[in-house]
């Protein structure tokens, strides 16, 4: 892995990628998760082509985003970050009074001609917010204002929950945890808020919703249920574990091709993956997943500030997390929580959403030099 | 950690991230590459476990039903054919809202109330992932409406089947009987593995007596359906199915057509078998019902319908409907006489109209009422005397009647290849005693004499005895059956006719009384005051018959025909027995025509048509058999 290689700075073919404030490895990896994606896709949508040409119209809007961004400098989105924030929080509670509902759950907002989800802008939000308050405040936090900093996030991540999101809603706590974890909050009170919300466990599944409950009960006996809600992870364990090391081939798995497989172009590619490619296939997204991870966190070192470092370390763990919460839902790991496959996944608004994450990175590393 | 320190320096501020971030990392790492070896169990070490559970989910085991044999009649025209009837169906499992999707299906293909009932009654009955049947016999159009808005329909499906399709509809309904679903009783006495995927099997006449020959047996194949439950493809045949055999009956369709149309607008039956084997060359039971509408049409109302038409169409007259067999029995009677008593047979008795037995006041008349004045055996067949056979009657008594009539098989089953046969009565006073608990009179035996009274016989049976007259004691049981074609070797096998068989009794008649009888018979035909003499014109070849006329009124136990109208009620049964040519029998035929009047008027032309057309049409065809 060429982490160390530094971005287009020194190489006389990387101009263009330079002018454009964009790191190449960073980009080759996102490009090449993305193909992957189409692949599997079109696949598991039983060779739709037209789904085919949407998801390459959002593939896009997000590298539009993530050019966008690239060129704004850190320290204008560091001064927009309080702002956004509360923005956000605004549109949240709008959604829980003028949302408009799908899947059993109120998350959009209708704009007319756009759907828009202010959930998923949270998961850059919030650790933007938490970053711009630490910028000048040196780690590590103190006590109060990692009560403060919690609260920021407590009010969102509840707000989510409500909707009820529980994956966007853990990916929006992630990321704000992460930037406290980064920013250096000491081991005592970590394990002293683990110990908390061991305590609070029981509070939480009483809140819970009967389908959420049901998912966790399914989680811990995926048999208990086979032709209900454990249908989901049997079938995907059975499709991962039927593909074998070389797979079925592409477009030949049964367990997908044949239907057995439920959400197999969205939240279940995985699943799709694993059995018409197999182990390699398998293998060969997660070495492109490490890839474009450890490049993220070798430019997020690189930054200049603390804002810089803070929004970009906590950008990449939380698509560490996306990673590992999807993958272990569905090979029945984890719980069956509604974390798309990032950049894989059909669907619109998260690989908008990562882009964005990814253009804001890209911001945070070509913007040293020119600000010292 | 230092807790101490604050280090407002920017380079400390980047080391604290710098080892926070490599820790996350590193732990990051360390999840995915747990996540990878987790993914290599379930793929390398579980792999053949998951790859059973995948091959498990997609591939089921189908029943490949067998083609069911066809039936023939003996020269080879078509009686029970399969042809492909496209049949909608749904399965109720995969559909949310089943009075939605019949709805949304209507604007595509017509459904009627009627399939509506019957598609909801089945619902009710039937297991939730068996397909119900919405429609039958879909037009090309249809099906291709269908399939274009297919996808709107999930759990809806196109079956093509093959159904049984009687061609000459009406004419042979009885003897072929028709199909319907295996019921409980049916899945007790078949062989389960042989009928899987089959939901139609032989109810009645020769598609339920030869059901074994004709089904066949199942296969099977491996088929890959998707999560719906839809077959995608056939992966393999893992048994191919064994088809039915073909049947050959031995009625000739000709003949049949012949004898169906002689017995229009009439209720009755004709029977006509080769007194030479016994088998069955034609047997009309009129009214009858078409048996495609009954396979078509799965409702009930059709079937409710032909049960209760008082017309009786379901009712096979010819194996089924017993009847007084009224001056019919006088040829068998007179041998009997002829035989067992010592009376002679050139001695006339004066027979003045009229007759009296001990203790009884009012005569037994003859249905002539001025009487036939001196009459010997000949004239007393031939002119149909009572009053002769009244005092015939009285001199062999009733248990020696019938002992000779069930000698010539009556009274019991003629044991014809198709089920619901009916056995007919032959009174004695042992019977009497046992079914009525009553003593027997002598009024009753003097109008046996007659075939009236208890006794009762099946049209077959009439021409089953009527063949062993014929045969002079020779008894064969009456057969459809005339061959099996090989499903595979297309090799027609001809069935061996039923052995015959006699009896001690009729054995001991000599040849002499035989021909007397014989002889009378031809009389009544061939002579001016015969009672058959209407049908003895022009024909080229000598016809021994018997004409009855059956009262009906002496019916009182009778229930069959109570609810039709009084004055049809009241007329007497017309029937004709008879074999042609009488020097060498080929054709033996027996008539009977619900409330036709006299037998000589009404049954016996009937007899002439069919007789005719067997001799001078059909018969020539036969001999290349």
Redesign the interface.
Same mark, same amino acid.
């Given at each position: 892995m060429a982490i160390d290689s530094l971005p287009g700075s020194r190489s006389a073919n990387a101009g263009l990628l330079s002018t454009l404030r964009l790191d190449g490895p960073l980009l080759m990896g996102l490009l090449a998760l993305s193909l992957f994606g189409l692949i599997v896709v079109y696949s598991a949508s039983g060779e739709d082509s037209g789904l085919l040409v949407r998801q390459l119209v959002r593939m896009g809007l997000g590298l539009a985003v993530l050019v966008t961004l690239a060129q704004m400098p850190p320290a204008l989105l560091r001064s927009w970050s309080p702002w956004l924030f509360l923005g956000g929080l605004f549109l949240l509670l709008l959604v829980l009074f003028v949302g408009e509902t799908g899947k059993g759950a109120q998350r959009w907002l209708n704009l007319g001609i756009v759907r828009f989800q202010p959930s998923e802008m949270m998961k850059l939000v919030v650790p933007m917010a938490l970053a711009w308050y630490l910028h000048e405040r040196?780690?590590?936090p103190r006590w109060w204002q990692i009560l403060l900093m919690l609260f920021a996030i407590a009010i969102p991540v509840a707000l989510i929950v409500r909707q009820p999101d529980l994956g966007t809603a853990l990916l929006v706590a992630s990321a704000g945890f992460?930037v406290l974890? *980064?920013?250096?909050l000491?081991?005592r009170y970590m394990i002293g808020g683990l110990i908390a919300i061991a305590a609070a466990l029981p509070v939480l599944w009483a809140h819970l919703h009967e389908y959420q409950r049901q998912r966790v009960l399914t989680f811990l006996n995926p048999e208990s249920d086979p032709l209900g809600a454990g249908y989901h992870i049997i079938?995907s364990?059975?499709?991962?574990?039927?593909?074998?090391?070389f797979g079925k081939g592409w477009t030949e798995g049964?367990?997908s091709q044949?239907?057995?497989l439920p959400e197999r172009s969205t939240d279940f590619i995985f699943a799709v993956l694993?059995e018409e490619f197999?182990?390699m296939g398998?293998?060969i997204l997660?070495l492109i997943?490490?890839f474009v991870?450890?490049r993220g966190?070798v430019l997020?070192?690189r930054a200049q500030?603390?804002f810089g470092?803070?929004v970009g370390?906590s950008l990449m *763990?939380t698509f560490?997390v996306y990673?590992?919460v999807n993958?272990?839902m569905v090979?029945g790991?984890m719980p069956v929580v509604g974390v798309p496959l990032p950049l894989v996944s059909y669907g619109g608004t998260s690989m908008v959403t990562l882009m964005a994450g990814f253009g804001i990175l890209m911001s945070i590393n070509s913007h040293k030099r020119f600000m010292p | 950690?230092s807790?101490h320190l604050?280090?407002?320096d920017?380079e400390q501020?980047?080391r604290?991230?710098?080892r926070?971030?490599l820790m996350?990392?590193v732990v990051?790492?360390g999840?995915?590459l747990l996540?990878?070896s987790?993914?290599?169990i379930?793929?390398?070490v @579980?792999?053949q476990?998951?790859?059973t559970?995948?091959?498990g989910?997609?591939v089921r085991v189908e029943p490949i039903p067998p083609t069911r044999g066809l039936i023939y009649d003996r020269h080879g025209s078509v009686l029970a054919e399969n042809v492909p009837n496209y049949q909608l169906e749904l399965i109720p499992e995969q559909v949310e809202d089943i009075t939605e999707v019949l709805n949304t299906l209507g604007d595509i293909i017509e459904i009627q109330e009627r399939d509506r009932e019957r598609f909801f009654r089945l619902l009710s009955s039937q297991r939730r992932f068996q397909p119900i049947p919405i429609r039958q016999n879909l037009s090309e159009e249809e099906i291709a409406r269908f399939s274009v808005e297919r996808q709107r329909f999930p759990g809806v499906e196109i079956r093509a089947r093959l159904a049984r399709h009687y061609p000459q509809g009406a004419m042979t309904a009885h003897l072929v009987g028709y199909m319907g679903a295996i019921s409980r009783e049916d899945l007790a006495r078949i062989d389960r593995s042989r009928y899987s995927g089959t939901n139609q099997i032989g109810k009645s006449g020769i598609e339920f007596s030869y059901e074994p020959i004709l089904h066949g047996g199942a296969g099977s194949r491996r088929v @890959?359906?998707?999560?719906?439950g839809r077959i995608?493809r056939t992966l393999e045949v893992r048994e191919p199915a064994v088809p039915g055999d073909d049947i050959y009956l031995s009625i000739d369709i000709e003949l049949q057509r012949t004898a169906w149309e002689a017995m229009e607008g009439k209720q009755g039956a004709v029977v006509a078998l080769d007194p030479k084997d016994g088998s069955i060359l034609a047997m009309v039971s009129r009214p009858a019902y078409d048996p495609n509408i009954l396979a078509e049409s799965l409702d009930r109302a059709t079937f409710r319908q032909l049960e209760t038409d008082p017309g009786r169409p379901l009712f096979d007259r010819a194996t089924r409907g017993r009847y007084p067999p009224g001056s019919t029995v006088k040829p068998f009677l007179g041998l009997a006489g002829l035989d067992a008593t010592d009376l002679n047979p050139d001695r006339p008795l004066r027979c003045t109209g009229e007759f009296f037995v001990e203790g009884r006041d009012r005569p037994f008349r003859d249905w002539r009422r001025e009487g036939h004045g001196p009459t010997d055996f000949n004239k007393a067949i031939v002119e149909s005397c009572d009053i002769y056979f009244y005092e015939l009657a009285m001199r062999l008594g009733i248990d020696r009647i019938h002992q000779y009539l069930t000698a010539f098989g009556m009274g019991a089953r003629a044991g014809l290849d198709i089920p619901g046969e009916s056995a007919g009565l032959i009174p004695s006073r042992d019977w009497k005693r046992r079914a009525l608990g009553e003593s027997w009179y002598h009024g009753e035996t003097v109008i046996a004499g007659i075939g009236q009274g208890y006794m009762l016989a099946t049209p077959l049976q009439l021409a089953k005895s009527t063949a062993a007259l014929a045969n002079r004691g020779e008894l064969r049981r009456p057969r459809l059956l005339y061959g099996v074609r090989n499903a595979f070797t297309r090799e027609l096998e001809a069935m061996p006719p039923p052995e015959a068989y006699r009896s001690e009794l009729l054995d001991g008649i000599n040849g002499a009384n035989w021909q007397r009888t014989i002889d009378a018979m031809v009389d009544s035909i061939h002579t001016p005051r015969g009672t058959g003499r209407s049908i003895s014109f022009t024909a080229p070849y000598r016809i021994a018959g018997k004409t009855g006329t059956a009262q009906v009124f002496s019916l009182g136990e009778d229930e069959e025909y109570e609810h039709e109208e009084l004055a049809i009620h009241l007329r007497d049964h017309a029937l004709f027995i008879a074999f042609a040519p009488a020097e060498d029998p080929q054709i033996v035929l027996s008539v009977l025509v619900e409330h036709g009047g006299g037998g000589g008027s009404v049954a016996a032309p009937i007899a002439r048509q069919v007789m005719d057309k067997y001799l001078l049409e059909r018969k020539e065809s036969h001999n290349g058999d």
């Amino acid at each position: 892995m060429a982490i160390d290689s530094l971005p287009g700075s020194r190489s006389a073919n990387a101009g263009l990628l330079s002018t454009l404030r964009l790191d190449g490895p960073l980009l080759m990896g996102l490009l090449a998760l993305s193909l992957f994606g189409l692949i599997v896709v079109y696949s598991a949508s039983g060779e739709d082509s037209g789904l085919l040409v949407r998801q390459l119209v959002r593939m896009g809007l997000g590298l539009a985003v993530l050019v966008t961004l690239a060129q704004m400098p850190p320290a204008l989105l560091r001064s927009w970050s309080p702002w956004l924030f509360l923005g956000g929080l605004f549109l949240l509670l709008l959604v829980l009074f003028v949302g408009e509902t799908g899947k059993g759950a109120q998350r959009w907002l209708n704009l007319g001609i756009v759907r828009f989800q202010p959930s998923e802008m949270m998961k850059l939000v919030v650790p933007m917010a938490l970053a711009w308050y630490l910028h000048e405040r040196h780690p590590p936090p103190r006590w109060w204002q990692i009560l403060l900093m919690l609260f920021a996030i407590a009010i969102p991540v509840a707000l989510i929950v409500r909707q009820p999101d529980l994956g966007t809603a853990l990916l929006v706590a992630s990321a704000g945890f992460f930037v406290l974890f *980064l920013a250096g909050l000491r081991w005592r009170y970590m394990i002293g808020g683990l110990i908390a919300i061991a305590a609070a466990l029981p509070v939480l599944w009483a809140h819970l919703h009967e389908y959420q409950r049901q998912r966790v009960l399914t989680f811990l006996n995926p048999e208990s249920d086979p032709l209900g809600a454990g249908y989901h992870i049997i079938q995907s364990k059975i499709a991962i574990g039927s593909g074998g090391f070389f797979g079925k081939g592409w477009t030949e798995g049964t367990q997908s091709q044949l239907q057995f497989l439920p959400e197999r172009s969205t939240d279940f590619i995985f699943a799709v993956l694993g059995e018409e490619f197999g182990l390699m296939g398998v293998g060969i997204l997660i070495l492109i997943y490490l890839f474009v991870f450890w490049r993220g966190m070798v430019l997020a070192l690189r930054a200049q500030d603390n804002f810089g470092r803070l929004v970009g370390g906590s950008l990449m *763990l939380t698509f560490f997390v996306y990673i590992f919460v999807n993958t272990g839902m569905v090979t029945g790991l984890m719980p069956v929580v509604g974390v798309p496959l990032p950049l894989v996944s059909y669907g619109g608004t998260s690989m908008v959403t990562l882009m964005a994450g990814f253009g804001i990175l890209m911001s945070i590393n070509s913007h040293k030099r020119f600000m010292p | 950690m230092s807790n101490h320190l604050h280090i407002r320096d920017h380079e400390q501020d980047r080391r604290l991230f710098s080892r926070r971030a490599l820790m996350a990392g590193v732990v990051a790492t360390g999840l995915l590459l747990l996540l990878l070896s987790r993914i290599f169990i379930l793929q390398v070490v @579980e792999h053949q476990h998951y790859a059973t559970l995948a091959d498990g989910n997609r591939v089921r085991v189908e029943p490949i039903p067998p083609t069911r044999g066809l039936i023939y009649d003996r020269h080879g025209s078509v009686l029970a054919e399969n042809v492909p009837n496209y049949q909608l169906e749904l399965i109720p499992e995969q559909v949310e809202d089943i009075t939605e999707v019949l709805n949304t299906l209507g604007d595509i293909i017509e459904i009627q109330e009627r399939d509506r009932e019957r598609f909801f009654r089945l619902l009710s009955s039937q297991r939730r992932f068996q397909p119900i049947p919405i429609r039958q016999n879909l037009s090309e159009e249809e099906i291709a409406r269908f399939s274009v808005e297919r996808q709107r329909f999930p759990g809806v499906e196109i079956r093509a089947r093959l159904a049984r399709h009687y061609p000459q509809g009406a004419m042979t309904a009885h003897l072929v009987g028709y199909m319907g679903a295996i019921s409980r009783e049916d899945l007790a006495r078949i062989d389960r593995s042989r009928y899987s995927g089959t939901n139609q099997i032989g109810k009645s006449g020769i598609e339920f007596s030869y059901e074994p020959i004709l089904h066949g047996g199942a296969g099977s194949r491996r088929v @890959e359906t998707n999560a719906q439950g839809r077959i995608i493809r056939t992966l393999e045949v893992r048994e191919p199915a064994v088809p039915g055999d073909d049947i050959y009956l031995s009625i000739d369709i000709e003949l049949q057509r012949t004898a169906w149309e002689a017995m229009e607008g009439k209720q009755g039956a004709v029977v006509a078998l080769d007194p030479k084997d016994g088998s069955i060359l034609a047997m009309v039971s009129r009214p009858a019902y078409d048996p495609n509408i009954l396979a078509e049409s799965l409702d009930r109302a059709t079937f409710r319908q032909l049960e209760t038409d008082p017309g009786r169409p379901l009712f096979d007259r010819a194996t089924r409907g017993r009847y007084p067999p009224g001056s019919t029995v006088k040829p068998f009677l007179g041998l009997a006489g002829l035989d067992a008593t010592d009376l002679n047979p050139d001695r006339p008795l004066r027979c003045t109209g009229e007759f009296f037995v001990e203790g009884r006041d009012r005569p037994f008349r003859d249905w002539r009422r001025e009487g036939h004045g001196p009459t010997d055996f000949n004239k007393a067949i031939v002119e149909s005397c009572d009053i002769y056979f009244y005092e015939l009657a009285m001199r062999l008594g009733i248990d020696r009647i019938h002992q000779y009539l069930t000698a010539f098989g009556m009274g019991a089953r003629a044991g014809l290849d198709i089920p619901g046969e009916s056995a007919g009565l032959i009174p004695s006073r042992d019977w009497k005693r046992r079914a009525l608990g009553e003593s027997w009179y002598h009024g009753e035996t003097v109008i046996a004499g007659i075939g009236q009274g208890y006794m009762l016989a099946t049209p077959l049976q009439l021409a089953k005895s009527t063949a062993a007259l014929a045969n002079r004691g020779e008894l064969r049981r009456p057969r459809l059956l005339y061959g099996v074609r090989n499903a595979f070797t297309r090799e027609l096998e001809a069935m061996p006719p039923p052995e015959a068989y006699r009896s001690e009794l009729l054995d001991g008649i000599n040849g002499a009384n035989w021909q007397r009888t014989i002889d009378a018979m031809v009389d009544s035909i061939h002579t001016p005051r015969g009672t058959g003499r209407s049908i003895s014109f022009t024909a080229p070849y000598r016809i021994a018959g018997k004409t009855g006329t059956a009262q009906v009124f002496s019916l009182g136990e009778d229930e069959e025909y109570e609810h039709e109208e009084l004055a049809i009620h009241l007329r007497d049964h017309a029937l004709f027995i008879a074999f042609a040519p009488a020097e060498d029998p080929q054709i033996v035929l027996s008539v009977l025509v619900e409330h036709g009047g006299g037998g000589g008027s009404v049954a016996a032309p009937i007899a002439r048509q069919v007789m005719d057309k067997y001799l001078l049409e059909r018969k020539e065809s036969h001999n290349g058999d």
